[in-house]
């Protein structure tokens, strides 16, 4: 194992988060308060409560996901899309490190600015409505996992994309919309049969019913589902890099 | 001596179809300064890449002091410094962070003192805090030098390190390239310019539409650079070398209207009296005569077109 290596990697892609604190930190605190603002205030005086808990509350969940999500797959994706446009990749390439540790450097640090991202947004939230973790290790372990996942999965778009563009596109089109569709501010029980169905075929209802549940034991889906639907997504997005790395897919001539 | 790098059968076709490479085998010696010599898009820097694990070879294996460049990359690679042709910096970092990263990439631990003296060795110490965006194409190829050296490596590539450079530069780069072969660095270089080849290496090789046409002592090929010609102009056409002049290294010109002698100057006697006086003794009289010399440039570019 090369530690060294994957330290390197690690600190570098910290070090690059910490010169553009202000738009890395700021802007999804900010834009996630303003959620809390004009949704938990305004909308929330009048739908009151949701399964016992106040809107204000009933949102912080799924809209940290949001931004766990989004921020996670953006951030991987940059770091890696970016040496492969700079043609900065040869020295990866040439380096004395296996593709383990490459993930490891690059995932493991996009990782940890969404977990990092994830609590001050929570310590934020609390500042506007009452919070109450009732599972706090459930809490941390689903934060934590989705995390990697997503960080995995940006890194997959990462390699895939071939444009600054395609780095754009799936946090936008794909991930908001589905996060917003997926019970981020309301429960699904108050949907209509049929788009209750359909609303189950969104994989990002898992992840946010599962985190919810850590939160205020309510929940739309069985709990052991969401936990296994977010592990089933990690091992794909596992298999998705093991197969870039074995065919050196788009980083290797 | 065992070659410190060991290429056989390396064959390369890009996913495109295009066959960059046809079998290529070469040694590399340890602590010798070798040349690649050859013209755009004659695959040095594909060579360069499969070696270095940049590119995946079609066919063929690669051994790094009797290491498998496939099976045991960890050991292969950090003893690998590469000089890539393109500037590909990370232009957002400053000169010291970039150098450090390159080192902890390798798995070798931090070292402030060897990076500084890495920097001061490539004048680069006073930018050592400004971000590689404001440097100039030199010094931005001075910090890919000191990111290929800072894992303190045995062996280093260095794909055109003089393109675009001028003349000022060149001669530092040529002066680290032979401080770094002094202090046991083998180093692999390509270039376009037939005089950096004669000025550094110690082995020149020659490639040409993916194909190893000639590897060679640099003092070999100097050798042939020393031979000159002496064209002698006859008065009557010959139809064949006179048996009095047979012992000399005669070739009879197309048509019979020339004896072309080729000699050595390097050479104690080049045997021009001895001819001459053959010459007058057998009655062969000549109208006029002139010398030439064929250059590495020559030698080049006639291996390249035979080639083709
Ligand atoms: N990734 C690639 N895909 C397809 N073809 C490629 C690729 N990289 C290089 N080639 C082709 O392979 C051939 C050899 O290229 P290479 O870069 O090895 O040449 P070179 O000798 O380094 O040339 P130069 O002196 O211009 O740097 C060229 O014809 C080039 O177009
Ligand atoms: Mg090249």
Redesign the interface.
């Given at each position: 194992m090369?530690?060294?290596?994957v330290?390197?990697?690690y600190?570098?892609e910290m070090?690059?988060w910490g010169?553009t604190l202000m738009q890395s930190i700021l802007s999804p605190v900010l834009s996630t308060s303003l959620y809390f603002i004009v949704f938990g205030a305004a909308i929330g005086s009048r739908i009151t409560q949701i399964d016992g808990i106040s809107y204000g509350a009933f949102i912080v969940p799924g809209l940290i996901m949001l931004m766990l999500l989004t921020e996670s797959t953006s951030n991987a994706s940059f770091g890696i899309y970016f040496p492969r446009f700079?043609?900065?990749i040869?020295?990866?390439?040439?380096?004395?490190?296996?593709p383990l540790e490459i993930v490891l450097g690059y995932v493991g640090a996009a990782a940890t600015k969404s977990v990092i991202l994830g609590l001050i947004i929570l310590a934020t939230a609390s500042l506007f409505v009452p919070i109450r973790i009732a599972h706090p290790v459930w809490m941390l372990g689903f934060l934590v996992l989705t995390a990697v996942t997503f960080s995995l999965f940006g890194f997959i778009i990462g390699v895939w994309a071939d444009g600054f563009e395609k780095l754009q596109v799936i946090p936008m089109l794909v991930l908001t919309p589905l996060t917003f569709l997926g019970g981020t501010f309301y429960s699904i029980k108050m949907l209509p049969p049929f788009w209750q169905t359909v609303t189950l075929f969104n994989p990002i209802v898992y992840l946010i019913n599962g985190f919810r549940w850590s939160f205020y034991e309510v929940s739309d889906v069985n709990i052991a589902v969401a936990l296994g639907m977010t592990l089933g997504f990690l091992a794909v997005c596992l298999l998705a890099v093991w197969w870039i790395f074995k065919t050196?897919y788009r980083i290797?001539? | 001596m065992n070659p410190i790098i060991s290429v056989k059968d390396v064959a390369k076709t890009y996913a495109s179809g295009h066959v960059a490479l046809k079998t290529v085998n070469l040694d590399i010696r340890e602590r010798e300064i070798f040349a690649l010599l050859g013209p755009n898009g004659a695959g040095k820097t594909t060579l360069i890449s499969i070696i270095c694990g940049i590119v995946n070879p079609t066919s063929g294996t690669i051994t790094v002091d009797g290491h498998d460049v496939a099976r045991d990359y960890r050991a292969c690679r950090s003893m690998i410094g590469l000089v890539p042709q393109e500037l590909s910096t990370e232009m957002f970092e400053t000169v010291w962070a970039t150098v450090s990263f390159s080192r902890g990439l390798f798995g070798k631990k931090k070292n402030p003192a060897f990076i500084e003296k890495v920097l001061r060795d490539l004048s680069l110490w006073d930018k050592k805090d400004s971000r590689i965006m404001t440097l100039s194409g030199g010094m931005k190829r001075r910090v890919l030098i000191a990111k290929a050296l800072a894992h303190e490596p045995r062996i280093l590539f260095l794909d055109e390190p003089t393109a675009g450079v001028d003349v000022e530069l060149r001669k530092d780069m040529w002066d680290i390239v032979r401080e770094l072969r002094a202090g046991g660095v083998t180093v692999i270089l390509t270039t376009h310019y037939i005089e950096e080849a004669e000025e550094m290496a110690d082995r020149v090789g020659v490639i040409t539409k993916g194909e190893l046409i000639l590897v060679q002592e640099k003092t070999e090929l100097m050798h042939k650079l020393g031979k000159k010609q002496l064209t002698l102009e006859l008065q009557q056409p010959l139809a064949a070398i006179p048996p009095a002049l047979v012992a000399h290294k005669l070739e009879l010109a197309p048509g019979g209207g020339a004896l072309v002698f080729t000699y050595d100057t390097h050479a104690d006697r080049t045997g021009i009296t001895a001819l001459l006086n053959d010459m007058r003794e057998a009655g062969i009289g000549f109208k006029d005569l002139a010398t030439s010399q064929s250059s590495l440039e020559d030698i080049f570019v006639d291996l390249v077109r035979h080639s083709k």
């Open positions: 090369n530690v060294e290596a330290r390197a990697i600190t570098f070090a690059r010169r700079a043609g900065t040869y020295e990866l390439l040439s380096a004395p490190i296996s050196g290797k001539a | -």
